[in-house]
């Protein structure tokens, strides 16, 4: 009787998730009267601004993991290494954008670096493109730090350390050839999430009026009726094969089994 | 000069002063022992040599250059830690090869040097190994390979043998002396393991609460121990308390009689330490024969350690385990042969 109730629990907690994905991969593949076809995704894949938008967020996304791994791996090694007492400060700090909405720090940016401030960022593309790089970073902020820092608490940081020092090693090769090797499914897994957050955002691409995906993603949405379901689904799409990346990279780790 | 000199080396972590006036010379080649139990400062002098910790004060010479201001990447020594410390990510060869390779050695000659040292740990066919495939006695040898294949000034090793069994702990710590002696290298071990300690020096350094209680060869620390730390520290030791009868020719009594050390003590009463060997069961030709009752049996194996109640003061003696003979059992009355030169003066 309990054995039948864990199973009608656990179906009922998946049709509650599966169902909706149904219905949308379904009505995505309705857009020809009485048959199923993949006319939307067609006319989705045809539009330059499709492209356009999915290779900015694309591009912008690796920048964000290339900047964000190489400002969050010195930091949190740095933290755990030489300032153990400053690791609540430095949590409280990343988890932030948690509880700041996207909106509010985007409009922070616009008031700080507009064209009459200091700093005229948002004068200029590059400069646009960078506050919103930026943006980006902080969002990916909590997912990233937590995920290096669980890497790090993995591996013994401070014998490690001393170990390449005794062998004559600096800061960099440390970190370089020992450290950053040894949290890389840590890395990844920061990465990927920051990857999803990036495909999908709206409001940080949307104010700062940069062609991303997330702004083309609305208007679609907006504006027609099958192509947005084709979108969203091409969207989860990516987003599962960034997890199943993920699970590939960690089952392969040679060296993953490593008593810590 | 000695090849490392360290004088007056304090440190202090906050109020608490760790290491206090420490003084250290070592020849070239040398194999010094630091022992001492937890917490006495040990791992601190020789994390100060490594460049791990900055001392409070004081100098630390190699070869006649003071090294104190130097990274720990600068000083060219070879450090072995208790926790192995292999990088998980690198093979074996990848291990031994990382500080020639830092260093900008070629390819050839890093591969020459990896083979030598797999050698010369008698591993040579380990090194694709992944250091999770390999036991902890196999990982503590890459380990000190990898600190010797960059050919360092000196080695140091923090209780390396302490998260090994006992089995590997004793064959390994062999290997270590002998790979030691063939390179010739300036060796200082830490350790709070005595039979480690007394069986692989050529002196060793008694540490306790910050402070080096006498430095000298194994045997020097074991027969003539210089302050009570040390006689009870290193071996076990019988005190003995005793009445000085003539301080001149150290005439003393002794669980009720009378023995002659021949040589001054103090006035008063003193505390003479003993080694449980230099204890007979029965006289045996020794010079002072005491009585005493039969408070512990232990066997031990091949040896049983007995204690007996001296009317006061509880001495305890080994016997082998003879076949055939029977020990002494509880309450049994028996007479025990010391010498007087084997009895410590023990001076606080």
């Known amino acids: ?260 | 000069m000695s090849f490392l000199n360290i004088s007056h080396l304090e440190k202090s972590f906050g109020p608490t002063r760790v290491v206090k006036d420490f003084n250290l010379s070592v020849e070239k080649g040398e194999f010094i022992s630091l022992l001492g139990p937890s917490g006495c400062g040990k791992t601190t002098v020789l994390r100060m040599v490594a460049g791990f910790e900055e001392p409070s004060s004081g100098a630390i010479l190699i070869s006649g250059k003071d090294v104190v201001k130097l990274r720990p990447n600068q000083r060219n020594i070879g450090m072995v830690f208790q926790s192995y410390a292999l990088f998980p990510n690198l093979t074996v060869a990848q291990n031994v090869g990382f500080g020639l390779k830092v260093k900008g050695a070629g390819s050839a000659e890093i591969r020459t040097r990896v083979g030598e040292m797999l050698e010369l740990i008698g591993l040579p066919d380990l090194g694709g190994r992944y250091p999770f495939q390999l036991s902890g006695g196999q990982q503590q040898r890459v380990a000190l390979a990898r600190a010797l294949a960059p050919k360092p000034h000196m080695l140091l090793l923090d209780e390396p043998l302490s998260a090994l069994d006992a089995k590997v702990r004793v064959s390994l710590r062999n290997e270590i002396r002998s790979i030691q002696k063939e390179l010739g290298i300036t060796t200082i071990f830490v350790t709070h393991d005595q039979e480690e300690a007394l069986s692989m020096s050529d002196r060793i350094v008694v540490m306790h609460a910050g402070i080096a209680e006498q430095v000298g060869t194994p045997s020097d620390i074991y027969s003539r121990p210089a302050t009570r730390f040390v006689a009870g520290f290193v071996g076990t030791l019988n005190t003995i308390e005793a009445e000085v009868l003539d301080s001149a020719i150290g005439r003393l009594r002794l669980a009720g009689v009378e023995t002659i050390l021949n040589r001054p003590v103090p006035d008063g009463t003193v505390t003479l330490g003993l080694r449980p060997e230099a204890v007979s069961l029965g006289q045996n030709g020794h010079d002072t024969a005491v009585t005493g009752t039969i408070t512990e049996v232990d066997f031990l194996g091949s040896v049983i350690r007995l204690r007996a109640d001296l009317g006061g003061q509880t001495i305890a003696f080994d016997t082998f385990n003879t076949p055939g003979t029977a020990p002494p059992t509880l309450g049994e009355k028996v007479v025990l042969g010391l010498r007087s030169a084997d009895l410590l003066v023990i001076e606080d």
């Not at chain 1, 967020?57 to 290494?81: D, H, N, Q, Y």
């Not at chain 1, 507009?114 to 980006?136: C, D, E, H, I, V």
């Not at chain 1, 970190?175 to 499914?185: E, Q, R, T």
């Open chain 1, 1 to 260: 009787m309990r054995k039948a109730a864990s199973w009608a629990i656990l179906l009922l907690g998946m049709a509650y998730f599966i169902l909706p994905l149904i219905g949308m991969v379904e009505f995505s593949l309705s857009m020809k009267r009485g048959e199923y076809s993949f006319e939307a995704y067609r006319v989705v894949l045809a539009d330059p601004r499709f492209r356009e938008t999915f290779m900015y967020s694309v591009v912008m996304a690796l920048l964000t993991i290339a900047f964000g791994v190489f400002l969050v791996v010195p930091t949190a090694f740095w933290v755990r290494l030489k300032m153990p007492w400053i690791r609540p400060y430095i949590e409280f700090v990343t988890l932030l954008p948690l509880v700041i909405p996207a909106i509010v720090i985007v409009f922070g940016y616009i008031r700080l670096y507009n064209t009459s401030s200091w700093l005229p960022l948002t004068g200029s593309l590059t400069g646009t493109n960078a506050l919103l790089l930026f943006g980006y970073m902080t969002l990916s902020l909590p997912y990233m730090y937590r995920a290096i820092d669980t890497g790090l608490r993995t591996i013994d940081v401070a014998t490690l350390t001393e170990a390449a020092q005794s062998l004559g090693a600096g800061w960099v090769t440390i970190l370089a050839k020992v450290i950053l090797p040894n949290v890389l499914v840590a890395v990844l897994s920061g990465a990927f999430v920051t990857f999803a957050i990036v495909m999908g955002e709206f409001t940080l691409a949307a104010l700062l009026n940069r062609p991303a995906f997330g702004p083309y993603l609305q208007l679609m949405g907006a504006n027609r009726a099958y192509e947005p379901f084709a979108l969203s689904t091409i969207a989860f799409v990516i987003t599962w094969a960034c997890m199943g990346l993920l699970n590939l990279v960690t089952r392969f780790s040679k060296f993953d089994k490593a008593p810590r």
